[in-house]
């Protein structure tokens, strides 16, 4: 099997890195459950020495996602939050970076209660205003951490234009994808120096596996990443590389469900009297829906809405059926949370209320499911 160099996203998915055992013929990448590889005679070996540092699984997932990324490399990790603390490292201390103030929390643990304590610096921002950015900029300024669309209220970063000023001040660019997919965007092509996903969602895609992957485009990335990896050892298992890599082959068919099953929602939702407000970057209605068109193919699975009160949020959340009450995103399955006190319970309400995530906010994570199956759920729920 050869790739066409031009292959589209499809086939990059299903093909990228992936080459038939050459010991069976295995057209599946094998699960190469070993802790440590014979060497023919010393300093004589097939390029495999301890697996920590290599395993041919892992190698095979690495190499489909940098390609599915459009980056030059990438590095798997034991989770979302550790590929993020690898790209922490390649910070000193003194440095500052420019956060999307909506982060994923945990992100925002990492930052504020861990890396503050080496002498790091961020300041939280909303990135989807470039002044607010380039107030933010510092000569000791080294990252802009970016998410895009923010969880759980949507709002979206011009990635062209963030990372074109970021740039001209010697600052990268970092975006955490997961909540869009690269099917959906892909923040290399608009300038980002590298991408972070928990694979443990989209990528993964069907709510069994935990892990973290960072696509880069520069050597320095790379070979620290690489570095990184090996030396703090929070590597991705054999087992959960299997389980990613074979959720990738899948990924363009999923997120074109996933794509068409939030619309629908979306719009669903927001034609229902017990709607106050639906947030779904492919509404017309959303304030960056141009942005959008642009940035995204397709709007992806996510979307929130507004029930109008506490006790109607919960009463949702409490009366589906098909739906499932969970944390987590990106799986076959459709989700349901509510933010305020599940996802981002950690979060001070002060806080939850500067970035628009009000008590009456429901989240949805839209499944694969037949949508009229989740229509007909959420209005039983609503009713
Ligand atoms: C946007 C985003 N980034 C990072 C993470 C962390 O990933 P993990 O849970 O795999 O550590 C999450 C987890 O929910 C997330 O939603």
Known sequence: MKLPVNARFSTVCVHAGQEPDPSTGAIITPIFQTSTYVQEEVGRHKGYEYAR????????LELNI????????????????AAIGAIATMLKSGDHVIVTDNTYGGTFRLFD????????????????????????????????????P?????????????????HSRGVKVIVDNTFASPCVQRP???????????????????????????????????????FIQNTEG????????????RGTKTLALRMAQHNSNGLALAEFLSKHPAVKRVLYPGLPDHPQFELAKRQMRGFGGMLS????????????????KLMSLAESLGGVETLICHPASMTH????????????????????????EDVQDLIDDLAQALG
Not at 120 to 141: G, K
Not at 153 to 165: E, F, G, P
Not at 305 to 320: M, T
Request: charged share 20%; aromatic share 8%; proline share 4%.
């Open 53 to 60: 540092t290599q395993n041919p699984t892992r190698l095979a």
């Open 66 to 81: 940098a390609a599915i990324e459009g980056g030059r490399g990438a590095y798997a990790f034991a989770s979302g939050m």
């Open 113 to 148: 209660k861990v890396l503050t304590r080496y002498g790091l610096s961020f300041s939280y921002v909303d990135t989807s205003s470039l002044q607010l950015i380039e107030q933010a900029l510092r000569p000791e300024t080294r990252m802009v951490f970016i998410e895009t």
């Open 150 to 166: 923010t969880n759980p209220v949507m709002r979206l970063t011009d990635l062209a234009t963030a990372s074109a000023l970021a």
């Open 188 to 226: 290399i092509e608009f300038g980002a120096d590298m991408v972070v996903h928990s694979t443990t969602k989209y990528l993964n895609g069907h709510s069994d596996s935990v892990g973290g992957i960072v696509i880069g485009v520069h050597d320095e990335d790379l070979e620290w990443l690489k």
């Open 234 to 245: 929070a590597i991705l298992s054999p087992f959960d590389s299997f389980l990613v890599l």
């Open 305 to 320: 809405f507004d029930a109008g009160s506490l006790e109607n949020a919960h009463r949702v959340c409490n009366r589906v």
């Open 345 to 368: 319970a950690s979060v001070p309400p002060e806080r939850r209320a500067a970035i628009g995530l009000s008590d009456s906010l429901v989240r949805i994570s839209a499944g694969v």
